[in-house]
């Protein structure tokens, strides 16, 4: 199982990103796939999950309204489309992924497999 994380870079506070996780070796439409992110010196947090079997959605309280999840089961692909972004948004972001749905969606342990991360970074 592998998951790619992609489309990290440096953009401008207000601007946009979208970041894209692409996993291969699995059943991807099963997968419930979420977000984290990791900022200097700081524990890694969760950002936003998407449930494998509805489409459910849940985002942290820091990024709701300017974040979006979303997934193509058909390109074994979940994106992260990231408005308004601040300086505190600056971070490594990883997708992980797991077989199941965890009422602990935001916890670093509920997830199995975990890509290489990419760096975004918010700066003028």
């Known amino acids: 199982v592998q998951l790619q994380a992609s489309g990290g870079g440096l953009v401008q506070p207000g601007g946009s990103l979208r970041l894209s996780c692409a996993a291969s070796g699995l059943t991807f439409s099963r997968y419930s796939v979420a977000w984290f992110r990791q900022a200097p010196g700081k524990e890694r947090e969760f950002v936003t999950a998407i449930r494998g079997s509805n489409g459910a959605t849940r985002y942290a309280d820091s990024v709701k309204g300017r974040f979006t999840i979303s997934r193509d089961n058909a390109k074994n692909t979940v994106y992260l489309q990231m408005n308004s972004l601040k300086p505190e948004d600056t971070a490594i972001y990883y997708c992980?992924?797991?077989?199941?749905?965890?009422?602990?969606?935001?916890?670093?342990?509920?997830?199995?497999?975990w890509g290489q991360g990419t760096l975004v970074t918010v700066s003028s």
């Open positions: 992980a992924a797991a077989s199941y749905w965890s009422i602990y969606y935001y916890q670093r342990n509920s997830y199995t497999y």
